[in-house]
């Protein structure tokens, strides 16, 4: 007999067999393979329910032991952030259509607790997450957090089904979807380019034009402010080699590539390596100014100016004008011409003779062979000339200056000149900016006129960026004044306060302050609302 035959016969025969066996067996073996059944089925509705019940738990302890805590413009947050996972099907999954549609699904449930930002840095993972956050009191109710935070997760889940959300611990060092500023993990999102954004999250679209770096996190995503802002002017502060210099050239090279005329007042001479595309103004072709080419009414001004930087007192400010009308007259500044203008000032009395002689060893100063070639009645120039004159990237090397009166009196002529002609001749495409090293040693709180420019000049176009070692050295209007800060480390404690005072640090922050490495700064614009910390690029 052939197997196709032989086969059902078998089954036949122990059909038969089977169906004749029942009647012998016993009726108490089927009583209990029947119990047995049911208590089989029972067990394994309970296993498979406490399986559900012990995965929620861990769920749940997964989601707990990620919950951050933060403080952020005075109010306390709690978050939790979410990976997203890739499910690999071996098709191609559009991953981003998925997750914006549970974007669009989050977006309109309008009643949910738990606000939801999504930032995708990198395309498309690692690097992706979403962030379940919600503000609150000193006690919350974190199993109710908990219980919304995984119905979102949920709700995310099962419409991008392809992605699953793995919830980030507070340890994982390796994937932390924010910029980790200053210690702390803050809700600075905005900073990251987003794909996708969630119309009442706090995160804000972060735009600039004028790069200056990267943040210093996980992502390096690239910082920096827009060039409108720098009429609300710069501050740059550190320690002597914190990167300062090296950020101011950074500053003005990329403010020149966006077509600003940059004057860079260099103290001690350092611009020139940085910026070796800049025309160079130093010992051998300094500009000569014309310290008697401006308008009448700026006569006040410069006079301000002298008393200032020569250390005038009142009643050697009160002969000042005389000697410039006489020095209008005679048209000529050397020790010769000096001398006559000083004596044809009627002196009467002892005192005034005294006064004029001080006054003259003051100004002599102008009339050293140095003096003179910065300061020319004949051949300097007027404020329109230099005006004209510094269009396009300048260096001004003012450490070849040796005399510091002189050298401070001929900075802030050039800059009161600057003021001047931007100030006369107004035009929209005309923008400036004039970095002032050193700044301590004009903004130090004597000077009205730099004051009064930091107040004012803005709308004519020019903006001031502004480098001093310390803040507590600089007159506290620059800090008010300055919209765009960047600090490098700063070590007094004075400082630091000053800095917090007007920042807005909190305590692990200021601490950080002195720990910064060259060229780490702590940056503050306009155009992002919460300082962060971020790496200057390399001046390339
Ligand atoms: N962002 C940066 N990336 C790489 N190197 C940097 C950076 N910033 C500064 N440096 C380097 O660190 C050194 C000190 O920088 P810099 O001269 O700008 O400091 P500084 O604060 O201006 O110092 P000082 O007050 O003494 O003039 C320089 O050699 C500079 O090239």
């Not at 067996?25 to 089925?41: A, C, F, P, R, T």
């Not at 009643?315 to 001398?339: A, G, H, I, N, W």
């Not at 800059?415 to 002032?436: C, G, H, N, S, T």
Request: charged content about 25%; proline content about 3%.
């Amino acid at each position: 007999m052939n197997s196709r035959v032989f086969s059902p016969v078998l089954m036949a025969v122990g059909i038969l067999i089977l169906v004749n066996s029942l009647h012998i067996i016993n009726i108490s073996i089927i009583y209990l393979l029947l119990i047995s059944g049911i208590v089989g089925i029972l067990l394994l509705i309970t296993t498979k329910l406490n399986y559900h019940k012990v995965k929620d738990v861990i769920v749940r302890a997964e989601v707990k032991g990620s919950i951050h805590r933060i403080k952020y413009n005075s109010k306390e947050f709690v978050y939790v952030s979410f990976k997203i996972i890739g499910k690999e099907t071996g098709n191609q999954i559009d991953y981003s259509k998925e997750i914006s549609q549970a974007i669009e699904v989050i977006k309109r449930h309008k009643e949910r607790k738990v606000n939801v930002a999504i930032l995708t840095t990198l395309d498309p993972f690692p690097g992706s997450g979403f962030i379940f956050y919600r503000e609150v009191q000193n006690d919350y109710d974190e199993t109710d957090f908990i219980t919304q935070v995984l119905s979102l997760k949920n709700v995310v889940e099962s419409i991008a089904p392809h992605i699953s959300l793995e919830p980030v611990s507070i340890n994982d060092s390796v994937f932390l979807p924010f910029p980790k500023v200053m210690g702390s993990v803050v809700f600075s999102g905005h900073i990251f380019y987003k794909r996708f954004s969630v119309e009442e999250s706090d995160f804000l679209d972060y735009k600039y034009d004028i790069e200056i770096g990267k943040t210093i996190d996980n992502y390096q995503i690239p910082v920096g402010f827009l060039s409108s802002d720098v009429f609300k002017h710069i501050a740059i502060f550190g320690a002597t080699g914190s990167g300062k210099t090296h950020t101011a050239s950074v500053i003005a090279k990329e403010l020149f590539d966006k077509g600003f005329n940059v004057v860079v007042l260099d103290w001690h001479g350092e611009y020139k390596n940085y910026l070796s595309d800049f025309n160079y103004y130093g010992k051998d072709n300094i500009i000569p100014l014309n310290p008697i080419a401006y308008e009448e009414q700026d006569t006040e001004d410069i006079i301000e100016i002298t008393k200032e930087a020569l250390e005038l007192t009142e009643p050697q400010t009160f002969l000042m004008y005389l000697v410039l009308e006489q020095l209008k007259r005679v048209r000529r500044l050397d020790s010769t011409s000096l001398k006559l203008i000083l004596e044809s000032i009627n002196a009467e009395s002892y005192m005034i003779r005294d006064i004029k002689f001080a006054l003259g060893r003051k100004l002599y100063v102008l009339t050293t062979p140095q003096g003179r070639k910065l300061f020319s009645i004949d051949g300097g120039d007027s404020f329109i000339d230099l005006g004209e004159r510094l269009k396009g990237g300048n260096i001004i090397d003012l450490s070849t200056i040796y005399n510091i009166k002189l050298r401070r009196l001929y900075a802030l002529y050039l800059m009161k000149f600057l003021f001047e002609y931007y100030q006369r001749f107004r035009d929209p495409d005309k923008k400036a900016v004039i970095i002032v090293e050193e700044a301590q040693n004009y903004f130090n709180g004597n000077n009205e006129i730099l004051k009064r420019a930091l107040q004012e000049i803005r709308k004519f176009n020019i903006g001031l960026c502004i480098v001093s070692q310390s803040p507590s050295s600089v007159d506290p209007e620059v800090m008010k004044n300055t919209s765009i800060k960047i600090i490098h480390s700063i070590k007094s404690n004075l400082d630091k306060k000053i800095i917090s005072d007007s920042i807005g640090l909190d305590k692990e922050q200021i601490n950080i302050l002195d720990k910064l490495d060259i060229g780490e700064a702590v940056f503050i614009a306009p155009n992002i609302r919460k300082n962060i910390l971020i790496k200057i690029k390399k001046i390339g």
